[in-house]
C-alpha cells in the first residue's frame, strides 16, 4: 500500500486539516474488523468553510478554457491509473470488495474522468434562427456553480469521478461528502487530484460521520448550486424536499429492484453466467444488481438447477484474496436485512437450492430461493445482498407485468434470442436501462439513471455534462436588417 495516499486528515480549501473540534473517527474493514484508518470528524461549521472555499474558486477555474480544464482532469486520469493497485488494496480493505472488483472499479472510475475531459470541450451552444430581422439569438450553456456530492459506500471510487469529473469539466467546484464507511478512498482521490494541478478550494473533501447534519448544510445552503445524491430513496426524498428551500437543481441515483427474466427461447449458458455477474457483483451490493429473477415455466427447474450450480462455485472469502469472488457484507445492518428477508421469503414458501446461512461475521453465503412470489418482500424491497429469488412466469405478458409491478426502475435484464421480443420487451420495460442478452452494463459512454422512485437526472455519457450546466439564451437586439 502507498502510505502517501491513506490520509488522516480532510481536504478544504486546498490545505490537509483537522476537524476544528479535533473530532476524529475510525474506518474498519468489514472482513477482519481491522483498523484501516481514522479520519477527521467534520462539523457543520467546518463544511460550511469548505462550502465558501468551493464559492471563492469558482470564478477562477470557470474561466479557465475548457481545455485548460480538460488538462488538470487528464493529470488527474493519469495519475489515478498510476496508482491503481494502492487505490484498489485501500478501496478492498475499507469497503469489502473483492480486489478484482476494485481493480475494475479504478478503471471504471478513471474513465469518466478522461471522458468528461473530453467532453467539457464539447460544451457547444446554438444559433436558433431569430424571430425578427434586426434580432439574433444565441444559446450558451455556462456551469451551473458550487456542486454537493453526496455519495455512496458500494462504490467508493466511481461514484466520486462520474460526479466530480463533468461538475468540473464544467466549470464547477466541488464539495464531496464520502460516506463514512469508505473515506479514505475520496481522500486518496483528492491526493492525486492535489499532485494533477487542481486549484485550492475547487476539490473539498468533507469526511464525517454526521451524515444528516451535513447533508441537511448541503442541501439547503444557498451558495450550493447543484446537489448530486447516490443512495437510498428514503434519503434521496429527503434530500429533494430540503433543496425545495433553495431551488437546487438535483441529480438522484436511488434504489432499484431489478428484474432479469429469462425467457423460453434464452440462451441459458448465457443467461445464467449473465445472472451470476448481475447479480453477486459486489456480493449484491450495487443499485443495478438483480433482485428479482423471472424465469418461464418451461425453462425455470433447468435454469434454477444450472444457476444454483454456477452460485455454489462462488469463492467467498478475504477481499484481499484474487481468488476470491464475494466478500462480506458492509455492515452489521446490512447483514441483518439479508437474513430477514431469507427468513420472510422461506416462512412464504421459498426453497432453498443454494446458501441461505450466515457464514460468520458479515459473510453471508451467496443464496438462491427457488419458488419465490410476489408476498414476499424480496419481491418488492431491495435486499442489497448476495440472494436471489426466482419468480416463474408463464407468457410475455405476464413477465412484462411483473418486472413493471414495482416503484422502482433502475435497470432491467433480460434474455431472449427472439429480436421481435428484444425490441418489445425492451421498449415495454419501465426503466433507465436494459441490459439484453447482457448482465454488466455500466460504461462511462452511456446514460446511467433510473425513472419512478430510483431518482431523476442521468450520469456518464455526454448528457452526464448536462447536468452541470444551465442554458443561457442571449437576445443580439439592434441589428440593422
Ligand atoms: C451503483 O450501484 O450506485 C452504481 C452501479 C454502477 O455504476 O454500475
Given at each position: 500500500?502507498?502510505?502517501?495516499?491513506?490520509?488522516?486528515?480532510?481536504?478544504?480549501?486546498?490545505?490537509?486539516?483537522?476537524?476544528?473540534?479535533?473530532?476524529?473517527?475510525?474506518?474498519?474493514?468489514?472482513?477482519?474488523?481491522?483498523?484501516?484508518?481514522?479520519?477527521?470528524?467534520?462539523?457543520?461549521?467546518?463544511?460550511?468553510?469548505?462550502?465558501?472555499?468551493?464559492?471563492?474558486?469558482?470564478?477562477?477555474?470557470?474561466?479557465?478554457?475548457?481545455?485548460?480544464?480538460?488538462?488538470?482532469?487528464?493529470?488527474?486520469?493519469?495519475?489515478?491509473?498510476?496508482?491503481?493497485?494502492?487505490?484498489?488494496?485501500?478501496?478492498?480493505?475499507?469497503?469489502?470488495?473483492?480486489?478484482?472488483?476494485?481493480?475494475?472499479?479504478?478503471?471504471?472510475?478513471?474513465?469518466?474522468?478522461?471522458?468528461?475531459?473530453?467532453?467539457?470541450?464539447?460544451?457547444?451552444?446554438?444559433?436558433?434562427?431569430?424571430?425578427?430581422?434586426?434580432?439574433?439569438?444565441?444559446?450558451?450553456?455556462?456551469?451551473?456553480?458550487?456542486?454537493a456530492a453526496i455519495t455512496p459506500w458500494n462504490f467508493?471510487?466511481?461514484?466520486?469521478?462520474?460526479?466530480?469529473?463533468?461538475?468540473?469539466?464544467?466549470?464547477?467546484?466541488?464539495?464531496?461528502?464520502?460516506?463514512?464507511?469508505?473515506?479514505?478512498?475520496?481522500?486518496?482521490?483528492?491526493?492525486?487530484?492535489?499532485?494533477?494541478?487542481?486549484?485550492?478550494?475547487?476539490?473539498?473533501?468533507?469526511?464525517?460521520?454526521?451524515?444528516?447534519?451535513?447533508?441537511?448544510?448541503?442541501?439547503?445552503?444557498?451558495?450550493?448550486?447543484?446537489?448530486?445524491?447516490?443512495?437510498?430513496?428514503a434519503v434521496g426524498k429527503q434530500l429533494m424536499a430540503?433543496?425545495?428551500?433553495?431551488?437546487?437543481?438535483?441529480?438522484?441515483?436511488?434504489?432499484?429492484?431489478?428484474?432479469?427474466?429469462?425467457?423460453?427461447?434464452?440462451?441459458?449458458?448465457?443467461?445464467?453466467?449473465?445472472?451470476?455477474?448481475?447479480?453477486?457483483?459486489?456480493?449484491?451490493?450495487?443499485?443495478?444488481?438483480?433482485?428479482?429473477?423471472?424465469?418461464?415455466?418451461?425453462?425455470?427447474?433447468?435454469?434454477?438447477?444450472?444457476?444454483?450450480?454456477?452460485?455454489?462455485?462462488?469463492?467467498?472469502?478475504?477481499?484481499?484474496?484474487?481468488?476470491?469472488?464475494?466478500?462480506?457484507?458492509?455492515?452489521?445492518?446490512?447483514?441483518?436485512?439479508?437474513?430477514?428477508?431469507?427468513?420472510?421469503?422461506?416462512?412464504?414458501?421459498?426453497?432453498?437450492?443454494?446458501?441461505?446461512?450466515?457464514?460468520?461475521?458479515?459473510?453471508?453465503?451467496?443464496?438462491?430461493?427457488?419458488?419465490?412470489?410476489?408476498?414476499?418482500?424480496?419481491?418488492?424491497?431491495?435486499?442489497?445482498?448476495?440472494?436471489?429469488?426466482?419468480?416463474?412466469?408463464?407468457?410475455?405478458?405476464?413477465?412484462?407485468?411483473?418486472?413493471?409491478?414495482?416503484?422502482?426502475?433502475?435497470?432491467?435484464?433480460?434474455?431472449?434470442?427472439?429480436?421481435?421480443?428484444?425490441?418489445?420487451?425492451?421498449?415495454?420495460?419501465?426503466?433507465?436501462?436494459?441490459?439484453?442478452?447482457?448482465?454488466?452494463?455500466?460504461?462511462?459512454?452511456?446514460?446511467?439513471?433510473?425513472?419512478?422512485?430510483?431518482?431523476?437526472?442521468?450520469?456518464?455519457?455526454?448528457?452526464?455534462?448536462?447536468a452541470y450546466l444551465e442554458l443561457k439564451y442571449l437576445?443580439?437586439?439592434?441589428?440593422?436588417?
Open positions: 500500500m502507498t502510505d502517501l495516499l491513506v490520509r488522516d486528515l480532510a481536504y478544504v480549501n486546498g490545505q490537509w486539516s483537522a476537524a476544528a473540534s479535533g473530532a476524529t473517527f475510525e474506518v474498519r474493514s468489514p472482513s477482519s474488523g481491522e483498523l484501516v484508518g481514522i479520519v477527521p470528524d467534520l462539523s457543520v461549521d467546518d463544511t460550511r468553510v469548505a462550502i465558501a472555499a468551493a464559492a471563492a474558486a469558482w470564478p477562477a477555474w470557470r474561466n479557465r478554457t475548457a481545455k485548460e480544464r480538460a488538462v488538470v482532469l487528464q493529470a488527474w486520469h493519469a495519475l489515478i491509473l498510476q496508482h491503481r493497485e494502492a487505490l484498489a488494496t485501500l478501496m478492498s480493505r475499507e469497503s469489502g470488495k473483492v480486489i478484482a472488483e476494485s481493480r475494475g472499479e479504478v478503471l471504471y472510475g478513471a474513465s469518466f474522468v478522461e471522458w468528461f475531459a473530453e467532453e467539457g470541450k464539447r460544451a457547444y451552444g446554438e444559433v436558433v434562427p431569430p424571430p425578427a430581422r434586426d434580432r439574433r439569438i444565441v444559446v450558451i450553456r455556462q456551469g451551473i456553480g458550487v456542486v467508493p471510487l466511481a461514484m466520486i469521478t462520474r460526479k466530480v469529473a463533468p461538475a468540473l469539466a464544467a466549470g464547477c467546484p466541488v464539495v464531496i461528502k464520502p460516506p463514512a464507511e469508505t473515506p479514505l478512498t475520496a481522500l486518496a482521490l483528492a491526493v492525486l487530484a492535489e499532485q494533477a494541478g487542481l486549484p485550492a478550494g475547487v476539490l473539498n473533501v468533507v469526511p464525517t460521520t454526521q451524515s444528516h447534519d451535513i447533508g441537511y448544510e448541503l442541501s439547503t445552503n444557498p451558495l450550493v448550486r447543484k446537489l448530486s445524491f447516490t443512495g437510498s430513496t430540503q433543496c425545495a428551500s433553495t431551488l437546487k437543481k438535483l441529480s438522484l441515483e436511488l434504489g432499484g429492484n431489478a428484474p432479469f427474466i429469462v425467457f423460453d427461447d434464452a440462451d441459458i449458458d448465457a443467461a445464467v453466467h449473465g445472472a451470476v455477474q448481475a447479480k453477486y457483483r459486489h456480493n449484491g451490493q450495487t443499485c443495478v444488481c438483480v433482485n428479482r429473477l423471472l424465469v418461464q415455466d418451461s425453462v425455470y427447474d433447468e435454469f434454477v438447477s444450472r444457476f444454483s450450480t454456477a452460485v455454489a462455485a462462488l469463492r467467498s472469502g478475504d477481499p484481499l484474496d484474487p481468488t476470491v469472488q464475494v466478500g462480506p457484507l458492509v455492515n452489521a445492518k446490512g447483514l441483518e436485512k439479508v437474513q430477514r428477508f431469507v427468513r420472510d421469503a422461506v416462512a412464504n414458501g421459498a426453497r432453498v437450492t443454494q446458501g441461505g446461512e450466515c457464514r460468520g461475521g458479515l459473510f453471508f453465503a451467496p443464496t438462491v430461493l427457488a419458488d419465490a412470489t410476489p408476498a414476499m418482500r424480496l419481491a418488492r424491497e431491495e435486499v442489497f445482498g448476495p440472494v436471489a429469488p426466482v419468480f416463474r412466469f408463464r407468457d410475455e405478458a405476464e413477465a412484462i407485468r411483473l418486472a413493471n409491478d414495482t416503484d422502482y426502475g433502475l435497470a432491467a435484464y433480460f434474455y431472449s434470442r427472439d429480436i421481435g421480443r428484444c425490441w418489445r420487451v425492451a421498449e415495454a420495460l419501465e426503466c433507465g436501462m436494459v441490459g439484453i442478452n447482457e448482465g454488466l452494463i455500466s460504461t462511462e459512454v452511456a446514460p446511467f439513471g433510473g425513472v419512478k422512485a430510483s431518482g431523476m437526472g442521468r450520469e456518464g455519457s455526454r448528457h452526464g455534462l448536462d437576445c443580439f437586439g439592434g441589428i440593422d436588417p
